[in-house]
Nanobody, 124 residues
């Protein structure tokens, strides 16, 4: 599966952004999906993930209450709605996919496929 992330940008603290990840090349509904972000000096950090069915989600503590992950299998697209952004959210955000047998399993690691990343910059 090929993944294309988009929607990043430069915003002020408190603003919102919605990231999108469009998949192609395979059956999107076969994959649990996730978002991972990377800051150069900190390495990669898990952000959020969603099951194949879309009924189960998991968030890192840093995004709980502010971020919402969702998927639209009809559009082969996953989303990350980010509200009340903070400067510490500044990072390159990657979408990732992992084929899972269970529709309800939420993969937080072990991703097999990655998108190219989209930059999010939050200024204070």
């Amino acid at each position: 599966v090929q993944l294309q992330a988009s929607g990043g940008g430069s915003v002020q603290a408190g603003a919102s952004l919605r990231l999108s990840c469009e998949a192609s090349g395979d059956t999107f509904s076969s994959y649990g999906m996730g978002w991972v972000r990377q800051v150069p000096e900190k390495g990669r950090e898990f952000v959020a993930a969603i099951s194949r069915s879309g009924d189960s989600t998991t968030y890192a503590d840093s995004g709980k209450g502010r971020f919402t992950i969702a998927r639209d299998d009809a559009k082969n697209t996953m989303y990350l709605q980010m509200n009340n952004l903070k400067p510490e959210d500044t990072a390159v955000y990657y979408c990732a996919a992992r084929r899972t047998w269970s529709e309800s399993y939420v993969p937080t690691q072990g991703y097999e496929y990655w998108g190219q990343g989209t930059q999010v910059t939050v200024s204070s």
